[in-house]
């Protein structure tokens, strides 16, 4: 989800207005994954990284975000759609917090697409989470290691990612589920956020459909 700044500039408005139209196409590729049998999308909205951004422009995405967990109540439930979080939810208010439990509970019982936010969401801080609760005997292989972390990660009932697309022109995962990308096909577009289309998402996906993933093997 990159770009809704620079679509602003682009069009001599505030960077607010970049963010708003980014929970647009969020409705919008989210609707169009539920009727297209996507299972998951996930979505990186807000990273760790995030806070060092100015103060009114944090302030801005923690009331937009509110906003949506609301207003879109209606999207997640016409179109039978599961809400997750993943990230460390300490970092919010407790009315945030409150409205993220209460539509994941909500939608809980929804079937046709799981849609997971990363909010305050880095991968290394996610593993580092991960392992202070994982208890390691002294006799486990590297193979059991990794399950007990896996185990403990905030995807941990969620499969890796088949398919990273990036918006926006940049070429890095900027510490967007590393580990759970191990295998993940990548696809990065120039197409600012707010401009990125399910049209152009259908495309995309299609291109993956013709790879060929081998996971190491011939």
């Known amino acids: 989800m990159d770009g809704n700044g620079r679509w602003a500039k682009e069009r001599n408005l505030k960077r607010t207005e970049g963010h708003k139209e980014g929970v647009n196409v969020v409705r919008d590729i989210t609707k169009w994954c539920a009727k297209n049998n996507i299972s998951f999308l996930s979505l990186y909205a807000f990273s760790t990284e995030n806070w060092s951004r100015p103060k009114i422009e944090v302030n801005f995405l923690m009331k937009l975000l ?41 939608t809980s019982k929804n079937t046709s697409l799981t849609q997971i936010l990363a909010l305050n969401y880095g991968s290394k801080d996610e593993l580092a989470r991960a392992v202070s609760k994982t208890k390691i005997p002294n006799n486990a292989t590297k193979d059991e290691i990794l399950r007990l972390i896996e185990s403990n990660l905030d995807t941990a009932s969620i499969p890796d990612v088949d398919l990273l697309i990036r918006t926006g022109g940049e070429k890095r995962l900027s510490n967007f589920l590393l580990l759970q990308s191990a295998y993940a096909e990548l696809y990065f577009c120039n197409t600012l956020f ?25």
């Open 66 to 106: 509110e906003e949506y967990l609301v207003k879109e109540v209606s999207t997640y439930m016409d179109n039978n759609i599961k809400f997750r979080v993943i990230g460390d939810m300490n970092g919010f208010s407790n009315k945030l917090r409150d409205l993220i439990l209460s539509l994941e509970e909500k």
């Open 194 to 218: 707010p401009d990125f289309k399910s049209d152009e998402l259908e495309k995309i996906i299609g291109d993956f459909k013709k790879r060929n993933r081998r996971f190491g093997n011939i």
